[in-house]
């Protein structure tokens, strides 16, 4: 099961939550909320399957938020495997 490390960014699960309720674009707010989910327990399959998307999917969201929200742009592909963490 993944697990978002938000303080690895700077960012808290509560941050996550009020981005994704301010976010002006829909598919922006749909990830950053799918984020908290997993931030709050969820697994990532789990919130797949309740927005109807492939769980790759919802992993894939972190890196999309990561350098396009939280404004991360110089992450490389081989750290993009580690933007989250495994209990």
């Known amino acids: 099961m993944l697990k978002v ?3 690895r960014w ?3 699960k509560e941050l996550l939550r009020e ?3 301010k976010a002006e674009h829909i598919r922006t707010r749909e990830r950053l909320m799918a984020l908290y989910e997993i931030s709050e327990g969820k697994s990532a399959t789990l919130v797949a ?4 998307r ?3 999917t919802v992993i894939s969201w972190g890196i999309t938020i990561i350098k396009k929200v939280w404004g991360h742009c110089n992450i490389s592909e081989q750290e993009g495997e580690n933007l989250f963490c495994r209990p």
């Not at 399957?49 to 109807?52: L, P, S």
């Open 5 to 7: 490390n938000c303080t």
């Open 10 to 12: 700077s960012h808290s």
């Open 19 to 21: 981005e994704a309720l």
């Open 49 to 52: 399957k309740e927005t109807k």
């Open 54 to 56: 492939h769980p790759e």
